[in-house]
C-alpha cells in the first residue's frame, strides 16, 4: 500500500499538508495580491523545502472555498476549484491560466504557456539547454516519447521569450539614443540660439517626448 505521502505526491507531514491545503484558497473579500502576499513567507519555505505536492511544483493555482448545504444529510458539503489565477514560480508573478488545452500530448494552461512565451522574466522551468535541444531534435520522429516532445516544446516557448526580450532590449537602445541626440540639440540651441530655430526646437522636443512615452510603455511590458 502507498504511504500517504505518496499518494499526495509530497514529502509534507500531515500538518503541512493541511497548511498547503488551506494555503491555497483565497479568503472572501481578498484579492489575489492580497493573497499572495499573506501566503508569501509561508510559500517560500514549502518550495525551499520540497514541500509542495507535483501539481504544484511550477505555480501555485488559486481556490476558492465553497461550502453548499446538503440537505439529505443536514450539513455543509465543501469543494475548492481553481479560479483562473496562479503564483507562476519561474518570475513570482501573479498570471492568469486561461481554460485548459491538449498540447504535446498533455493538458497545459493556455494563459500560463502565453505567459511564459512573452512576459516572464525567468527561466527557471526550460530544462533544456542548446545542446540537448540540438541531440533531441537529431532524434527520429519514432524515437520520440513524451518527455521529449514536451522538453521541445518548452526549449521553443523559452526562445519565443528570450527572442522579445532582445527586440525589447534593442528597441529601448534605439529610445535611448534618439533621446540623448535630440537633448544634445537643446543644448547646442540654448548655447548657439542662432543655429536652430524655435519651430525645429519644437518639432524636436514633441519628439522627444513621444519617444519617452513609448519607453514608458515598453518598460511596462
Known amino acids: 500500500m502507498a504511504s500517504l505521502s505518496g499518494r499526495r505526491g509530497t514529502n509534507c507531514t500531515d500538518a503541512e499538508w493541511d497548511e498547503y491545503v488551506k494555503m491555497v484558497q483565497i479568503l472572501k473579500g481578498e484579492t489575489p495580491s492580497e493573497w499572495m502576499n499573506r501566503i508569501w513567507p509561508r510559500l517560500r519555505y514549502f518550495r525551499k523545502n520540497d514541500l509542495l505536492p507535483t501539481q504544484s511544483k511550477k505555480y501555485l493555482e488559486a481556490r476558492k472555498l465553497i461550502e453548499l448545504w446538503n440537505k439529505?444529510?443536514?450539513?455543509?458539503?465543501?469543494?475548492?476549484p481553481e479560479i483562473g489565477i496562479a503564483i507562476y514560480f519561474?518570475?513570482?508573478?501573479?498570471?492568469?491560466?486561461?481554460?485548459?488545452?491538449?498540447?504535446?500530448?498533455?493538458?497545459?494552461?493556455?494563459?500560463?504557456?502565453r505567459h511564459w512565451a512573452?512576459?516572464?522574466?525567468?527561466?527557471?522551468?526550460?530544462?533544456v539547454n542548446y545542446d540537448e535541444y540540438l541531440k533531441i531534435k537529431q532524434k527520429s520522429n519514432s524515437m520520440?516519447?513524451?518527455d521529449n516532445e514536451y522538453a521541445l516544446h518548452r526549449y521553443r516557448l523559452w526562445m519565443q521569450n528570450a527572442i522579445k526580450k532582445v527586440e525589447r532590449a534593442r528597441e529601448?537602445?534605439?529610445?535611448?539614443?534618439?533621446?540623448?541626440?535630440?537633448?544634445?540639440?537643446?543644448?547646442?540651441?540654448?548655447?548657439?540660439?542662432?543655429?536652430?530655430?524655435?519651430?525645429?526646437?519644437?518639432?524636436?522636443?514633441?519628439?522627444?517626448?513621444?519617444?519617452?512615452a513609448e519607453m514608458r510603455q515598453i518598460n511596462n511590458i
Open 118 to 127: 512573452s512576459h516572464c522574466t525567468g527561466n527557471t522551468f526550460c530544462g
Open 72 to 80: 439529505y444529510r443536514g450539513n455543509y458539503d465543501s469543494y475548492a
Open 90 to 113: 519561474s518570475c513570482d508573478r501573479l498570471v492568469y491560466t486561461g481554460e485548459r488545452t491538449k498540447n504535446i500530448s498533455n493538458y497545459n494552461h493556455i494563459g500560463m504557456e
Open 172 to 212: 529601448i537602445g534605439r529610445k535611448i539614443q534618439a533621446c540623448i541626440t535630440i537633448q544634445r540639440k537643446v543644448v547646442e540651441w540654448i548655447y548657439r540660439p542662432d543655429g536652430l530655430n524655435a519651430q525645429e526646437l519644437a518639432i524636436h522636443y514633441a519628439c522627444l517626448q513621444n519617444i519617452r
Open 144 to 146: 520520440y516519447n513524451f
